[in-house]
C-alpha cells in the first residue's frame, strides 16, 4: 500500500498556486518570458511544469544581489499550445487520494494529467502509480 505523504502540501501550494497563476496571466497577454525569484521550492516546481510540457524552458539568472528563474511559454504564431493548469487543493481544504481510488481515476480521466504531492515529491498520477504511492491532488491540466 501507499505511504503517508509527508510532502508538505501547505508550503508547496503558495508557490504552486503564484507560479500557475504568473504563467496564466504572460500566457493571456501572450508574454513569452518572465521572471520569479529563484528558490529552491520554485526550481521543483518549474522543473516539474517543464517536465509535463507547461512552460517551454527555463534559465537561470544569476545577479550580484539575486537570483532569478527565466520561465519561456510555449507560443506558435501568437497562440499559446500549453494546457492550462488548475489547482485543487488548498490549505484550507486537501484532496487525499488513495492508491486504488488512484488507479480508478487513471482509467477515466484520459487526456488529464493530476499532480499528486507525495512522499516522493511532486508526481503525476501515472507516476504515482509507478511508484504506487498516494497522496494529495495538487492540481490537474488537461492535454
Do not use: H
Not at 505511504?3 to 497577454?29: A, D, E, G
Not at 516539474?48 to 539575486?66: M, R
Not at 482509467?107 to 511508484?131: D, M, P, V
Amino acid at each position: 500500500m501507499g505511504s503517508n505523504p509527508v510532502f508538505p502540501i501547505i508550503n508547496i501550494n503558495y508557490n504552486l498556486s503564484f507560479i500557475s497563476n504568473l504563467i496564466t496571466i504572460n500566457r493571456l497577454r501572450k508574454i513569452l518570458s518572465f521572471k520569479i525569484i529563484f528558490s529552491k521550492q520554485n526550481l521543483n516546481i518549474i522543473k516539474f511544469f517543464k517536465k509535463i510540457n507547461l512552460i517551454y524552458k527555463y534559465t537561470i539568472i544569476k545577479n550580484k544581489n539575486k537570483n532569478y528563474i527565466r520561465i519561456n511559454l510555449y507560443f506558435f504564431k501568437n497562440n499559446k499550445i500549453a494546457p492550462a493548469f488548475k489547482i485543487i487543493s488548498k490549505p484550507s481544504k486537501k484532496f487525499f487520494i488513495s492508491l486504488n481510488s488512484l488507479r480508478l481515476l487513471d482509467k477515466k480521466t484520459g487526456r488529464s494529467l493530476f499532480l499528486i504531492s507525495s512522499s516522493k515529491g511532486l508526481l503525476t498520477q501515472k507516476t504515482a502509480l509507478k511508484y504506487k504511492t498516494s497522496g494529495y491532488i495538487v492540481g490537474f491540466l488537461t492535454i
